[in-house]
């Protein structure tokens, strides 16, 4: 029912910034709560950052909180995260994800559908 795709990925310095975007098919956009999920080589997928449908209630992983920041704009059907003062641990593959609820959730399962990903790499 809902289509993503991940875009903004890339290398960037320890310290730097990128903005990831993920644009999102269908016409209630605006019913589901977003978010993304990140996993490095060798390692679980893990919590990222969410979204509430209305862009009015986020929620962070402790890693990345005071550095990204998770927003949305409806009328465009897009999501994005603006990452600043990234760390090398920060290299993963980011998946932007939608859940089938208006309200956020910091579990994976919770999520119906996934992006194919994008990659980000930091170097130290």
């Known amino acids: 029912q809902v289509q993503l795709i991940e875009s903004g990925g890339g290398l960037v310095q320890a310290g730097g910034s990128l903005r990831l975007s993920c644009a999102a098919s269908?016409?209630?956009?605006?019913?589901?709560?977003m978010g993304w999920f990140r996993q490095a080589p060798g390692k679980e997928r893990e919590f990222v950052a969410t979204v509430n449908w209305s862009g009015g209630d986020t929620e962070y992983a402790d890693s990345v909180k005071g550095r990204f920041t998770i927003s949305r704009d409806n009328a465009k059907n897009m999501v994005y995260l603006q990452m600043n003062s990234l760390k090398p641990e920060d290299t993963a593959v980011y998946y932007c994800?939608?859940?089938?609820?208006?309200?956020?959730?910091?579990?994976?399962?919770?999520?119906?559908?996934w992006g194919q990903g994008t990659q980000v790499t930091v170097s130290s």
């Open positions: 994800v939608a859940r089938n609820n208006l309200f956020i959730s910091a579990r994976s399962r919770e999520y119906a559908y």
């Open positions: 269908g016409r209630t956009f605006s019913r589901y709560a």
